[in-house]
């Protein structure tokens, strides 16, 4: 390579260090980072303990404050994270490029890895939302709101499939991927730490070694906490509505209708336990295991719904859904609606921030966890691969459940087969009242079983996810398997199960939907950053490329290798 070449643009950073501990209880990890994180979710488990009351207040005025003030930031910033995440992926020299050496080869088979995806992702919030949300757009929605259409009419049904597929779409996994990617294209092609910082480094370069980068991996790990604890928190009350189900006593609810204290305890020490347990094992083994156990057990149920439910119903629904809901993304994802002193101005402001505004914050929370895991297990992808397959693919496989499954709880309320009991019953129990009204009492306790089990199973995968996940950002982005690394496993285990349970208590899964809104903010800051500095990266390369100016840390360390004196 001449001098010319050289001076053109310089090599891509291929060292971050980050300073761990070298022995003692916080070996191998970085403490400045792990200590002010757990002193932070600890804190607040205290505080929601101890001060109920002023928690709860607090709480529901950072929630209307934030909800007001930052719902546009929320939309643009998500409607940019789908822009950029198709960007690099149909851009024909950026799609090429690899998350790794140039022919490095993937770690996990394709099952294995969508498998992954979809359970550490969305699996859980899909059987609680596979009903519950189709129904609540069919009972209103934008146009309901406007006076366009009746609610729980044939004529409120596609609308409905309008604004359940814009949330769990490619919104949502275009954020988790711009996040995977930012992350994972550093960590393999450059060799830095598989780590959020890692992520700003093309922007921010060595300065994310110090205290910039030690915010950023903190904020990353508490949105982590508070974004897998709304998922559980679903999971949670789902789980209990089961066990009620399945006829296992009247302990289980409360006076009306939700989780009892005790019910609540009891699902947090078996599914957290298990969760523990499951992560102490490794990516390779039990999070493996669990999720193709997962991915069988969903297509099980889903076939029970094709051949004994609405399948044809819900064919058509899909196939309608996805027409109406690519026509209407452009202009959905960048409206913003404001109260302007009317009804139906007020109500369908309000109606955004209920719906979308939270879910975006809820994406946005959950992206640290989900994007560093897909990241994790995404290693030897081109960069085409990865977009498409994380945002296509289980975009897919929620469209296919909201139709499917969700199709057929509407069928049986416009038939009247229902009665009006799935409308009736609580969000979390709506997949066990489409179950009951569909089959005889034996057998909808026996599927019933089998939504139970296969909720453990997405709850512990998630769980479990997410503990290895904040032991890899405080671990500086290792991810040893020793005895001082299970002892905070178990330590972040135990963190969300309180979290959990306090907020539960407190104020039912509205408390956790508050909380995780307000750990969300800081972290929309740093991945609007990221999504903008993976641009920046790869762009870059491509001009390295061009230049013939190593663009991996092989091809770095071989140049300094050839010119070292």
Known sequence: MSDTNSNVIDPPLVDLHINTADSGFYKGFSTIVTLPSKVIVTLLILW???????????LEIAN???IRDFAGWYVYLVAFLMLAAFFLAIIPKTGKLRLGMPDEQPEFSRFSWFAMLFGAGIGVGMLTYSTGEPLAHFANNPDIIRGAIEPITMEAVRPAYIYTFLHWGFAAWATYALVGLSVGYVAYRRNLPLTIRSGLAPLFG????????????IVAVVATVLGVAVTMGFGVEQFVAGLSRLGLGDWLLGSEGSASTLAIIFALVLLVGTSTLSALSGVGRGIKWL??????LSFALLTVFILAGSGVFGFTLLFTGIFDYLVNLPGLAVSLWTADGTPIGDALAQWQ????????????AFAPFVGMFIARVSRGRTVREYVLGVVLVP??????WMTIVGGTAIDLELSGAAEGSILAAGISDQLFATLSVMFDPGVATMLSGLVVI??????????DSAILIVNTINGAGHEEDDVERRHHIIFWGCAIALVVGSMLILGGTGAIRVTMIIGALPFSFVIALMAVSIIKAVIYDLIRM????????EGVEAERLATAP
């Open 48 to 58: 929601v303990i101890f001060f109920p009351v002023r928690a709860s207040e607090a």
């Open 64 to 66: 209307s404050t934030i």
């Open 206 to 217: 060595k300065t994310m070694s110090g205290v910039t980068g030690h915010i950023v991996d």
């Open 291 to 296: 999720s193709n156990l997962n991915m069988g």
């Open 353 to 364: 921030l209920d719906w979308s505004v939270f879910y975006w914050a809820w994406w946005i």
């Open 395 to 400: 975009s897919l496989m929620c469209f296919i």
């Open 454 to 463: 296969l909720l453990m199973t997405y709850l512990i995968t998630s769980v």
């Open 546 to 553: 061009k230049h013939e100016v190593p663009t991996t840390f």
